[in-house]
């Protein structure tokens, strides 16, 4: 499947500043049964973000007009648990294309990626001052530089790490499959001497 | 010849598996067996499809249907219409691509990481993928087992590879001997408890020791699969006679002379002596006592004697105030203590807790007696093996009896997929793996425990330190 590319992205952000998000409350199991990757962006946080009786429930910042873009910003371990890649499809159907943490699970990420959402892993003191900020003014403009591996604010700015191959294929919108499909002889070879 | 360096099980496992490792790239893992289910399959067939690809070798390929399907007449077709379809979706991709499947009403069909081991598919030295966070559980056998995402189930499909970076290595050991009481099951809790819900990620964990050795596989099984709520890439331990005399005449293990190579091949995965790991972790058998969860993730775990924290014990902010909010969720204060609380539902069931030896620990606890008033029993067996092994033990009477209710194999209340859900605001003692909020239903309250302390519950009405019932 061909991806979006990603270079370079600012947009303001979203702040959710609680740790351990697990990918049952990203999207909850009962949400899990279509068989095609779209639409999963309307039932993102369900339960965070709608009532029982599926009224908006207006304290969730998804529910807030105030904030908005492409960036979401949590805390530490977001996405542990399942290994469900719907939690990563709602993200990017809602419309994120970024999530900044500063600690992710193993499983979360690589299906971020495998995605075209990208997992930016930044300080503790970090996100902490980036939540702040775009707590206290939800305009505030973030912008995230892949090429380069950077992050940046208001004038504060930290680097962070993303193995080269991963890059390579968010920058030129390759995933894993095209790879692997040129080891066919290898894998053929393999599989039979096993 | 020089000296080989000394490696682990699982570096020796993994490099046997590498098809390709290039400067710059994560390595080109082979899988040898590739569990497939209705949930995490559907749009990686749809990939094969557009790309105009089959299915690379269908052979270390298995399904089953287990995540969406009802624990009541499974004979009948499924009622509601998107599980239902899930399901016929499974089955169409299947025969499209010549998948075995073990669907509703074949003798084989159950929770996947339940079928795998019991049918011998499972074997030490294998590398195993699923499209489930609990491959782990597979770990048990010597095998290097781990959940992956519907992208790449699609690349193992596609290739029987998948590409990788390889993970560092941790080790925990638990020394001595437990106590009575105290099972596999709270030993895992324990260990999450102690390093915490991410505290294994970026890891693969060896379990060693004392304490672990003296384990069933079944009880081994239980230990591997909570793997992951640690955050570890996945979980193992070295295979030993328990596990050469489990695989002794399963469907799809060696038979005859070839199980006796096997197992000499086999004899050859444990740890060289001087293997380094990267992190390496030790814990006292004797420290452990029956455990069970307070909050909304599987770390935040105590002795059933202990009393939750109280907000001022905890460290970090951030941390105070996901507690805060976790403890509100669930109901209870800081500092409180869980002994005696009233519970409203038993979950026995999951890939955690749904073999015949979970089964055989309940009716233990349960024979004779009735389960509390106002409580509600589910017992839902891993398999249809186990299901029939329950039967031919007699222990659906003992459940009977006691006014549990024993339904057909599914993952059920684990993740409330189904029609099994806790309500809202219900207290549920679960043998299952996870305690999220809105996991076993929306806005229920899970409380994670052993298959014995879920069993004494029952009975009482109330969260019961079992060791003072046996």
């Known amino acids: 499947m061909s991806k979006d590319k990603f270079t370079i992205l600012t947009s303001t952000a979203v702040p959710l500043p609680v740790e351990n998000i697990d990918t049952d409350q990203i999207i909850p199991a009962r949400f899990l049964k279509a068989t095609t990757r779209e639409g999963f962006g309307e039932n993102l946080f369900r339960d965070w973000r709608y009532t029982s009786d599926n009224q908006p429930i207006n304290e969730f910042v998804l529910n807030n007009a105030a904030f908005g873009g492409k960036i979401l910003v949590a805390g530490k371990n977001f996405g542990c648990g399942s290994s469900r890649e719907h939690a990563a499809w709602s993200i990017y159907d809602y419309g994120f294309r970024v999530v900044v943490s500063s600690f992710f699970a193993d499983i979360f990420k690589n299906n971020a990626l495998n995605n075209a959402v990208l997992p930016v892993v930044v300080s503790d003191s970090f996100l902490a001052v980036l939540l702040e900020a775009i707590q206290k003014d939800p305009t505030t403009p973030v912008t995230v530089d892949l090429v380069n591996q950077e992050i940046s604010f208001a004038g504060k700015r930290e680097t962070f790490e993303i193995n080269a191959y991963k890059k390579e294929c968010l920058i030129n919108g390759y995933d894993d499959i095209d790879y692997l499909l040129s080891l066919n002889k290898e894998i053929r070879e393999f599989d039979l001497s096993h | ?470």
């Open chain 2, 1 to 470: 010849m020089s000296a080989q360096k000394p490696k682990t099980i699982f570096e020796k496992i993994w490099d046997a598996h590498v098809v390709k490792r290039a400067e710059g790239y994560p390595d080109a893992l082979f899988i040898d067996r590739h569990f497939i289910h209705e949930v995490t399959s559907p749009q990686a067939f749809d990939g094969l499809r557009q790309r105009g690809i089959p299915v690379f070798n269908i052979q270390r390929t298995t399904a089953t249907a287990d995540h969406n399907v009802p624990t009541k007449d499974q004979h009948l077709p499924i009622k509601e219409a998107l599980s239902r379809h899930q399901v016929e979706t499974l089955r169409k991709n299947c025969r499209d691509f010549g998948i075995e499947l073990y669907d509703l009403g074949h003798p084989f069909q159950g929770i996947v990481h339940i079928i795998g081991p019991e049918l011998g598919l499972t074997q030490p030295g294998m590398t195993i993928v699923c499209g489930d966070s609990h491959t782990s559980t597979h770990g048990a056998f010597g095998s290097v087992a781990f959940g992956i995402g519907t992208s790449e189930v699609e690349q193992v499909l596609a290739t029987q590879c998948i590409l990788q970076y390889k993970p560092k290595t941790m080790k925990i050991e638990i020394k001595g001997t437990l106590g009575k009481g105290v099972v596999s099951k709270d030993i895992i809790l324990y260990i999450i408890s102690k390093i915490s819900a991410s505290g294994a990620t970026g890891f693969f964990v060896e379990y060693a020791g004392e304490a672990i050795q003296q384990l069933s596989m079944e009880a081994r099984m239980t230990i591997c699969n909570m793997s992951i709520e640690m955050g570890a890439r996945g979980g193992l331990i070295a295979p030993d006679e328990t596990t050469f005399n489990y695989l002794k005449g399963r469907k799809f293990a060696p038979q005859g002379e070839a199980f006796d190579r096997a197992v000499a091949k086999w004899k050859q995965l444990p740890s060289d002596s001087g293997a380094v790991y990267d992190s390496v972790l030790t814990f006292d058998a004797a420290d452990i006592a029956p455990m069970i969860t307070y909050g909304t993730n599987p770390g935040m775990g105590m002795r059933v004697t202990d009393r939750i924290p109280t907000v001022e014990e905890l460290k970090e902010i951030n941390e105070q105030k996901s507690f805060k909010k976790s403890l509100e969720y669930m109901g209870l204060e800081p500092g409180s203590a869980l002994l005696g609380k009233p519970v409203d539902y038993v979950f026995i069931g999951s890939c955690t807790n749904a073999r015949i030896e979970d089964l055989r620990l309940v009716a233990s606890i349960v024979k004779g007696k009735k389960k509390a008033a106002g409580v509600e029993v589910w017992v839902i067996p891993g398999s249809k093996q186990v299901e029939q092994q329950a039967v031919k033990e007699g222990l659906n009477k003992v459940f009977e009896e006691a006014g549990f209710e024993l339904r057909s194999p599914g993952c059920s209340a684990c993740l409330g997929m189904n029609e099994d859900k806790v309500p809202p605001g219900k207290y549920c003692i679960s043998t299952s793996n996870r305690n999220f909020e809105g996991r076993q239903g929306p806005k229920s309250r899970t409380f994670l425990a052993s298959p014995l302390s879920a069993a004494v519950a029952a009975i009482t009405g109330k969260v019961t330190d079992v060791r003072e019932y046996i």
